[in-house]
């Protein structure tokens, strides 16, 4: 069991194929077991959804899907779960280490991508606590987990 058997990336509101792919291989290929998609559209849903199912199995670890982020919240049972946002839409920067001390704790620890180029609606971003990357923009949602991901795993701020 690893300390980090209590960390979900969450995939919310994707329509294409490679985000879905890209973001499964970052978290898969970084050691992380848990993946979750939820309310995926279009091809993301006919397409990216089995072919994540498909490289998780072959990885030996977790595949959700799940209609909207309210489930997410519900079967996690997370109350506030941790939505990384375009450093465009909130000054608030996420803290790599006060994070990692979470996953040390062995609190479970929800992380929140969106697969929408609009981001998060107002009323998803009022489900979560919201910050971004130190970044100039968004860097999507490949960019932001793997970043956020290494940092956890090797305790970088």
Same mark, same amino acid.
């Given at each position: ?12 509101n ?11 291989q ?28 498909? %490289?998780?199995m /072959?990885? +030996?670890? $977790?595949f959700?899907? #799940? ?6 919240? =519900?079967? *996690? ?10 450093? %465009?839409?909130? /000054?608030? +920067?996420? $803290?790599?280490?006060? #994070? ?6 062995? =609190?479970r *620890? ?7 180029n ?19 923009f968004d860097?999507g ?12 795993k090797?305790?970088?701020?």
């Amino acid at each position: 069991m690893s300390e980090f058997d209590n960390v979900y990336v969450v995939l919310h509101n994707v329509h294409a194929v490679s985000k879905v792919i890209d973001t499964a291989q970052v978290v898969y290929g970084l050691g992380f077991k848990n993946f979750v998609i939820s309310k995926p559209e279009g091809t993301a849903a006919q397409t990216g959804v089995p072919d994540a199912n498909k %490289l998780a199995m /072959k990885m +030996r670890s $977790n595949f959700m899907v #799940l209609p909207d982020l309210s489930d997410v919240i =519900e079967l *996690l049972g997370v109350d506030r779960p941790l939505l990384l946002v375009s450093p %465009l839409l909130t /000054k608030t +920067r996420v $803290n790599l280490a006060a #994070l990692s001390q979470r996953v040390k704790s062995g =609190e479970r *620890l929800v992380i929140v991508v969106s697969g929408s180029n609009s981001s998060f609606s107002r009323k998803e971003m009022d489900m979560g606590e919201c910050a971004s990357l130190d970044a100039h923009f968004d860097i999507g949602p490949a960019g932001t987990v793997s970043v956020t991901l290494y940092a956890l795993k090797h305790g970088l701020e």
